[in-house]
């Protein structure tokens, strides 16, 4: 007919054979819109300078590591004994982040946890850890604030201050009954696989993949409650939880790369005894800026929206 602008279509074939048809302007305006979102989320990267928050970051929890690690073997060595809890934490992080990462967390544990083990420690280690997880949890916020060009806060200074410490006071008790939990389940599923008849392959290979799915599980969900929760802007739900999915994927994927990188190179042999530090630091370094992108995909969104 005349009048009409013939729509063009594109053509693909099916598994089974079939062709099905996609117009060519539908398939641009999708590509274009992931586009515009992966370009706006690189700009918002590079003018918010990620890696200088990654690094303030990546400072702070390495100060707030070693009485954090001290309170939280602590409190759930106190129902399930220390040496199981510590190797808990070691093998779910050599599960998660790889080799490098899990002997810099087994050297911390071994110097403050192992050598200072008793009441008054696990007590000392509480209380510096809450101090510095609140510390940490400031700095985290003012970065995520950063990001979502949040207004300056217009309460007064003390009441932020108690909220923020707060706040990390609860991060640090929640830490502890995650671990608690976690522990237990690790049992219990280790038990259950143990005693499991081969005839029952199914119940087996469940029990297995639970066990694998429980540290990215607490990732996410801890991801997602700090970036909906500790921002001035609250974003919204989905968005935190995409962004907290990503930063788990990638957590895990870049699992192999860093480990193949401190691997080939020098940076433990160069530091000496401190090399699992070293390379526990970057670790941290890197799976901050994989923290800050997951959120940066929370802030890209309501800006193209709106």
């Given at each position: 007919?005349?009048?009409?602008?013939?729509?063009?279509?594109?053509?693909?074939?099916?598994?089974?054979?079939?062709?099905?048809?996609?117009?060519?302007?539908?398939?641009?305006?999708?590509?274009?819109?992931?586009?515009?979102?992966?370009?706006?989320?690189?700009?918002?990267?590079?003018?918010?300078?990620?890696?200088?928050?990654?690094?303030?970051?990546?400072?702070?929890?390495?100060?707030?590591?070693?009485?954090?690690?001290?309170?939280?073997?602590?409190?759930?060595?106190?129902?399930?004994?220390?040496?199981?809890?510590?190797?808990?934490?070691?093998?779910?992080?050599?599960?998660?982040?790889?080799?490098?990462?899990?002997q810099g967390i087994e050297q911390l544990i071994q110097r403050t946890v192992l050598q200072g083990s008793g009441a008054g420690a696990?007590?000392?280690?509480?209380?510096?850890?809450?101090?510095?997880?609140?510390?940490?949890?400031?700095?985290?916020?003012?970065?995520?604030?950063?990001?979502?060009?949040?207004?300056?806060?217009?309460?007064?200074?003390?009441?932020?201050?108690?909220?923020?410490?707060?706040?990390?006071?609860?991060?640090?008790?929640?830490?502890?009954?995650?671990l608690l939990l976690s522990v237990v389940l690790e049992v219990v599923l280790s038990a259950a696989r143990t005693h499991l008849p081969?005839?029952?392959?199914?119940?087996?290979?469940?029990?297995?993949?639970?066990?694998?799915?429980?540290?990215?599980?607490?990732?996410?969900?801890?991801?997602?409650?700090?970036?909906?929760?500790?921002?001035?802007?609250?974003?919204?739900?989905?968005?935190?939880?995409?962004?907290?999915?990503?930063?788990?994927?990638?957590?895990?994927?870049?699992?192999?790369?860093?480990s193949l990188y401190l691997t080939h190179s020098s940076v433990a042999t160069l530091y000496g005894s401190a090399g699992s530090l070293?390379?526990?630091?970057?670790?941290?370094?890197?799976?901050?800026?994989?923290?800050?992108?997951?959120?940066?995909?929370?802030?890209?969104?309501?800006?193209?929206?709106?």
């Amino acid at each position: 007919m005349q009048g009409q602008v013939p729509c063009r279509i594109a053509s693909f074939h099916t598994p089974r054979g079939g062709e099905r048809f996609l117009p060519l302007e539908v398939s641009w305006s999708i590509g274009m819109r992931y586009y515009r979102f992966a370009r706006h989320v690189t700009q918002l990267w590079s003018r918010h300078a990620v890696p200088r928050h990654a690094a303030a970051l990546a400072f702070f929890t390495m100060l707030t590591l070693a009485p954090l690690l001290l309170s939280l073997t602590g409190v759930a060595g106190y129902f399930l004994g220390g040496d199981s809890v510590a190797q808990q934490i070691v093998s779910s992080v050599r599960r998660g982040l790889g080799e490098q990462a899990a002997q810099g967390i087994e050297q911390l544990i071994q110097r403050t946890v192992l050598q200072g083990s008793g009441a008054g420690a696990t007590l000392a280690g509480l209380l510096l850890a809450l101090w510095g997880a609140s510390g940490l949890m400031q700095s985290l916020k003012a970065s995520l604030d950063a990001l979502w060009d949040a207004p300056p806060h217009s309460e007064s200074g003390i009441k932020n201050w108690l909220i923020t410490r707060l706040i990390g006071a609860s991060g640090v008790l929640l830490l502890s009954v995650l671990l608690l939990l976690s522990v237990v389940l690790e049992v219990v599923l280790s038990a259950a696989r143990t005693h499991l008849p081969e005839q029952l392959p199914v119940l087996y290979w469940l029990g297995w993949a639970l066990n694998r799915s429980l540290l990215p599980a607490l990732l996410i969900l801890g991801s997602t409650l700090l970036y909906w929760l500790l921002p001035a802007v609250r974003p919204h739900f989905r968005d935190a939880l995409l962004g907290a999915t990503l930063c788990t994927l990638l957590l895990m994927g870049m699992r192999t790369l860093i480990s193949l990188y401190l691997t080939h190179s020098s940076v433990a042999t160069l530091y000496g005894s401190a090399g699992s530090l070293v390379a526990l630091l970057l670790w941290v370094y890197f799976s901050a800026q994989a923290f800050f992108l997951g959120a940066l995909l929370g802030v890209a969104r309501r800006q193209l929206e709106t």
